[in-house]
């Protein structure tokens, strides 16, 4: 099912991720598509929070490539890669162990590239575009 909102405000991105987040299975794989700075890491705190994360902590993964957010009873509920800084992805996901590095939780992916597609299909996309007037338009497929 495609949904369409039209975002003023960081809160109102992450709002629309909380309320993905209630209809995500432990298997889902969400990517998060848009440019620098278009809300993708304010996107994910939203999922973390609906997931019941603490999303005081979420903050973009460029540098660790993954990030791990649990849940009150410390069972993870959410990872959280960004791939913008891989130089050699193949080689670098594979470190990773992908995809059994990813199972059993719901997993966002920043800046997917060709090689995590074929490891993680993704069974939602999420299109984060930066209008003219500042506002996002965020669209689920």
């Known amino acids: 099912m495609t949904a ?8 109102e991105t992450e ?13 889902d794989v ?5 440019p620098l700075g278009a809300g993708k890491t304010a ?3 939203g999922l973390a929070r609906g997931l019941d994360a603490s999303a005081r902590q979420v ?6 490539i993954l990030n791990e957010y649990a849940g009150p009873s410390g069972d993870i509920v ?12 193949e080689k670098e996901l594979e470190i990773l162990g992908l995809p059994a590095a990813v199972s059993g939780a719901p997993t966002a992916v920043e800046w997917p590239g060709e090689t995590v597609r074929r490891l993680l ?5 999420v299109r984060i575009d930066v209008l003219p007037d500042g506002n996002r338009r965020i669209r689920k497929t």
């Open 4 to 11: 369409e909102i039209l975002s003023r405000s960081e809160e």
């Open 15 to 27: 709002r629309f991720g909380e309320r993905l987040a209630a209809t995500l299975e432990s298997s």
């Open 30 to 34: 969400i990517y998060l598509f848009g």
């Open 43 to 45: 996107f994910a705190r």
């Open 59 to 64: 903050a973009s993964p460029s540098f660790a």
């Open 78 to 89: 959410l990872r959280h890669l960004d791939l913008y800084r891989l130089r050699d992805e």
């Open 121 to 125: 299909p993704p069974t939602i996309e």
